[in-house]
């Protein structure tokens, strides 16, 4: 079943419940296998260096630890290294699979009382106003909101969960048009592995298919069984597992539009966290943004 496949041809067939349907496997499907999850990105160090360079240069200025929530905190992989760095950590997810690893790496006492673990959708996190010097949503997590209304909603979230002068940053994609118009039945990427919990020997493969209509990339992530000779391999008609990933594409003015909107100020915006200018050479959209400090009254004598 490669479902989905069509989107890019703007074929009638595709129905609003096919693309409803794809929508609600491409947020969760990749989050289910928690420990996958962490062994395919075991080599992503760079955002997290970013992240919590920003976190401590923010908290120098402050003179202490920051108050922060990460939006999509996922397995921890940015979560932990601020804790580890000092900070106070809201780390909130709606996939439980993945939120009960985050939790189940924190061991040391003195950790766990600086994170809070929270289930819950980020367009309507149930937190108080006003609370966090920083809000993070690192690594594309943005890009699981699909429509103008729920991006609206997550950014008016992250303003009232910020106090006056607090920062929000963010990493999604850079739309790469070249790449999301690839042929969709084309599969790429092909990479065998081992399983990190069962040890089954696996080949993961992708393509995708990018829906115009609505700015979304569907990527299907097709796990088969090995051949005992990599050569051999053929994907199968009917794949042993198949993965869902929507991605949202987000292009720059729409971003800075969405930011203003919210009332942010824009601080940075570059195409990767070295700081490179947005172009066609980089794939990254890294932004920061400030909510506007209180207003300095001077008291009435
Ligand atoms: C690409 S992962 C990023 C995880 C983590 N920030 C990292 O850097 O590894 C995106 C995360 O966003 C979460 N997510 C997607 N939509 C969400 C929503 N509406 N509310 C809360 N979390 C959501 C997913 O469950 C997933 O854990």
């Not at 994907?235 to 993965?243: A, D, I, K, M, S």
């Not at 869902?244 to 539009?257: C, D, N, S, Y």
Request: hydrophobic share 40%; glycine share 6%; charged share 25%.
């Amino acid at each position: 079943m490669d479902e989905g496949r069509d989107l890019s041809r703007g074929r009638p067939q595709v129905s609003a419940e096919l693309r409803a349907r794809l929508l609600e496997r491409g947020t969760c499907d990749h989050y289910e296998d928690a420990a996958l999850y962490d062994f395919e990105y075991a080599d992503r160090f760079e955002d997290i260096e970013w992240y919590v360079a920003l976190a401590d240069e923010l908290s120098e200025e402050a003179g202490r630890p920051l108050r922060i929530l990460e939006l999509g905190a996922g397995t921890g992989r940015v979560s932990l290294a601020l804790l580890a760095s000092g900070h106070h950590i809201t780390a909130l997810d709606r996939m439980a699979s993945m939120l009960e690893r985050l939790a189940a790496k924190v061991t040391r006492p003195a950790e766990r009382a600086r994170l809070r673990v929270l289930e819950a959708d980020m367009t309507a996190p149930p937190i108080d106003d006003g609370t966090f010097d920083l809000v993070l949503a690192p690594f594309n997590t943005l890009m699981h909101l699909y429509t103008q209304e729920e991006l609206r909603r997550c950014f008016a979230a992250a303003w009232r969960a910020l106090d006056e002068g607090g920062t929000f940053a963010f990493d999604v994609l850079l739309p790469d048009l070249e790449w999301l118009t690839w042929d969709p039945s084309t599969r790429h990427a092909v990479t065998f592995f081992k399983h990190p919990t069962s040890g089954e020997r696996l080949v993961y493969s992708t393509n995708h298919s990018y829906d115009p209509a609505t700015q979304v990339c569907h990527v299907r992530i097709f796990y088969d069984d090995a051949p005992s000779r990599p050569r051999a391999f053929k994907p199968p008609p009917v794949p042993r597992r198949l993965v869902h990933l929507a991605h949202r594409q987000i292009f720059p003015e729409e971003l800075r539009i969405l930011v203003a909107t919210a009332g942010f100020t824009l601080e940075g915006h570059s195409g990767d966290f070295g700081g490179a200018p947005l172009s066609v050479d980089v794939q990254s959209q890294v932004v920061r943004c400030r909510k506007p400090p209180r207003p300095h009254r001077p008291r009435k004598s």
